[in-house]
Antibody
Framework: EVQLVESGGGLVQPGRSLKLSCLAS????????MNWIRQAPGKGLEWVAS????????YYADTVKGRFTISRDNAKNTLYLQMTSLRSEDTALYYC??????????????WGQGASVTVSS | DVQMTQSPYNLAASPGESVSINCKAS??????LAWYQQKPGKANKLLIY???TLQSGIPSRFSGSGSGTDFTLTIRSLEPEDFGLYYC?????????FGAGTKLELK
């Protein structure tokens, strides 16, 4: 069974940093690209960042570019999101999701339950 | 960025009924649209991708149609477990963008 388990969320002050992790199991992690998607309280889904299976291709949403860094450790089956210079508008539930190749681009065929990040003083 | 507009925002229906949810893209995305279901306490679920391809394990009462800018998710003969939030997402180009969601509620 495919499982994605996020951790590392919490309450952090504006301007500080936080690092999320996503531990994958039930599939060959090194064969799949991965995404981070977030959902602010009461709002819809927002794609945040994407990384290919070998880390060769990385993409970010403009809202986080320059502040967030997506990375992975295939030996540890773990995806990361390093978040710096956090703002109140980064408050959200952060999901990791597996990429599945579609005829064009990728979709997300497996999701974790999310890690909650609250940015507040 | 491609803006995705979903309608309606809320939808009330009864088990056994059929419903449709619409998604409009701000520019053509060919057929590259996905639909997801979100329910409390459960992982988000991919239902449809490439506009009309049913994801493995998803019941055939779910179907997707459309191309270009206008897309529809149809659920025939609603089951109790179908009530929840539904999101569309374009997967034609980065940044991938989602609609604001449609809440399907029990009438």
């Amino acid at each position: 069974e495919v499982q994605l388990v996020e951790s590392g969320g919490g309450l952090v002050q504006p301007g500080r940093s936080l690092k999320l992790s996503c531990l994958a199991s039930g599939f060959t992690f090194s064969n799949y690209g991965m995404n981070w998607i977030r959902q602010a309280p009461g709002k819809g889904l927002e794609w945040v960042a994407s990384i290919s299976s070998s880390s060769s291709y990385i993409y970010y949403a403009d809202t986080v570019k320059g502040r967030f860094t997506i990375s992975r450790d295939n030996a540890k089956n773990t995806l990361y999101l390093q978040m710096t210079s956090l703002r109140s508008e980064d408050t959200a539930l952060y999901y990791c999701a597996r990429k599945m190749r579609a005829q064009s681009g990728y979709v997300m065929d497996a999701w974790g339950q999310g890690a909650s990040v609250t940015v507040s003083s | 960025d491609v803006q995705m507009t979903q309608s309606p925002y809320n939808l009330a229906a009864s088990p056994g009924e059929s419903v449709s949810i619409n998604c409009k893209a701000s520019k053509s995305i060919s057929k590259y649209l996905a639909w997801y279901q979100q329910k409390p306490g459960k992982a988000n679920k991919l239902l449809i991708y490439d506009g009309s391809t049913l994801q493995s394990g998803i019941p055939s009462r779910f179907s997707g149609s459309g191309s270009g800018t206008d897309f529809t998710l149809t659920i025939r003969s609603l089951e109790p477990e179908d009530f929840g939030l539904y999101y569309c997402q374009q997967h034609n180009e980065y940044p991938y963008t989602f609609g604001a969601g449609t809440k399907l509620e029990l009438k």
